[in-house]
């Protein structure tokens, strides 16, 4: 080998180090916060100066909603995906199945909820936890707490909510969702809901040892589990994003100032009822609908009625219940979609009253 | 060697399936690779997060898609 070939070869090493590897987290950090202040400024110059566009007309204001929001929100979604992968690293649905277990309602719904949010968690593994936490002995409700706050509290969307609307509006948003958890999985559990889960399930058991999924991994496989899932949730969403920020950008330049705030506004007493009717069907993830959530937000809709809007698009799909539809009989399906979709109307109704 | 992949079908599981295959066609090996959806067989190996990778019955992976390296050097230590 020749000696430059040793010299790459030893810098890949240090690479490989863990003070490599912080160096280089600190280096895409560094990057990262340039190309966020940079974003709004080069949007400016290149539409309203290179290409010339008049400020006020509504083609240049929808496009610098579409050309700055965009970039805005994914580099937003790059920099709150990543730290919040390998953050989630450290915990794992077999550790919260074990904290969770013998505890009883009322404490083990406020701790399932909780965990729900921290947990790394994907739908698609949502029957074995539902079979392994039951197998543990916790709770029917317990355990649907956990279901219902995993989607329904997504750190992703406290990012968004925060770096939009401030922190206030994202812990507000983090409280409403822990409450409509925790008070919707101990509701299901009072009104004894066992008898609505198939028999099956409480007839599997865990194997042996139970396999922990995040224990034992190098600080490099959680920064490259923080790497992929960057490209998984991007490649899955960047379609919704595009038709979010579009729809965005639209209502953003064409819609008359108080068209949505008249029909839409604190004054309607349905609003609510209708933007949870509409998000229920409609599924994405939170970064999907935020664009929308922002445009709507500039149009004077209040933020009571958003972010109900936002929850019922993330905590209710179709996929899921699909899935839960292994081990729930439709009729707890039933009653689980509507106690959800009833705390999160309350949430809206309650933070429009709050916030003006 | 026998491997199986556990997870019922979503894409997280296709992938390791994927995978697993790219990383014993890189080590030149042959093994039975069966895929395992049904959720009782799951949890018997205490898997609760899936996808999880499975070889010799010693569960290896879970809940995550490992590189084909990863996959190599587990499949390269199990085949010795």
Redesign the interface.
Known sequence: MTTTGDARERVRARLRSPVGRWIGVAAAALVWSVAYRLNGPLWDWLLYNAIGLDRSTRLASSLHFFGYDSVKITLLLVGIIFVVTVLRSFMSVERTRALLGGRREGVGNVMAAGLGVVTPFCSCSAVPAFIGFVAAGVPIGVTLSFLIASPLVNEIAVGLLASMFGWKIALLYVAAGLVVAISAGWLLGRLGVQKWVEPFVFETHLGGQIIDSTAGLSLGDRLQMGREEVVNILRKIWPYLLVGIGVGALIHGWAPTDFFARYAGAGNPVAVLIAVGVGIPLYSNAAGVMPLVLALHDKGLPMGTLLAFMMSVVALSLPEMILLRRVLKPQLIAVYVAVVAVGIIAVGYLFNLLLT | MNIKVL??G????KALERVTRKALAELDLTADLDKVED??T?????????P?LVVNDE?VL????P?VAQVRAILASHAA
């Open positions: 997870g019922s979503c894409n997280k599981c959720y009782s799951i949890l018997s190996y205490g898997v609760m997060s899936t999880a569960v879970s809940g995550r898609v590189t």
